[in-house]
């Protein structure tokens, strides 16, 4: 009983120890404005196309569908790391008309989860896309 007891409270200190990450720390307010970030995709799903992200290790490119090509966009591309929560990126896009938009950024290999939250033409837009960097 003593062995068992003493195996016990050693998995609780390790437990303990080990802290669950959070993909985000104010999980709770993001949460409140769910809503908004769904009729922003649909938004987006109404598109004449995609969102299309493309990565390397040393930069990333987004492409925009072309009904909205002709239109100044911003915004924001966080890049979600789901393995290594300290290696989460947020980019700041804003975008003369042409329809893509190019960052110089270091990214490490591995797969990613590329949220991007973007206006054009007062409208919001919301898209999310998993890419994997080699």
């Known amino acids: 009983m ?3 007891a003493g ?15 959070l993909i985000s720390e104010n999980y709770y307010e993001q949460e409140l404005t ?10 987006t799903l109404a598109l004449s196309g ?4 493309n990565a390397t290790r040393e930069r990333i ?4 569908p072309p009904q909205v090509k002709d239109d100044p966009i911003s915004g924001t591309l966080l890049l979600l790391r789901a393995d290594v929560a300290g290696e989460d990126l947020s980019v700041v896009i804003n975008s003369a ?18 949220q991007l939250e973007w206006r054009a033409d007062s409208t ?3 898209s999310e ?6």
Request: a negative charge.
């Open 34 to 43: 769910y809503q908004d970030r769904i009729d922003a995709g649909s938004r």
């Open 129 to 134: 896309e998993q890419i994997i960097v080699q």
């Open 61 to 64: 490119t987004v492409e925009f």
């Open 7 to 21: 195996m016990m409270a050693y998995f609780l200190v390790l437990a303990a120890q080990n802290p669950e990450p």
């Open 97 to 114: 008309p042409g329809g893509s938009y190019a960052e110089a950024i270091t990214l490490r290999p591995g797969r990613y989860i590329a």
């Open 2 to 4: 003593i062995a068992f």
């Open 50 to 53: 995609n969102v299309h992200f």
């Open 124 to 126: 919001t837009y919301y």
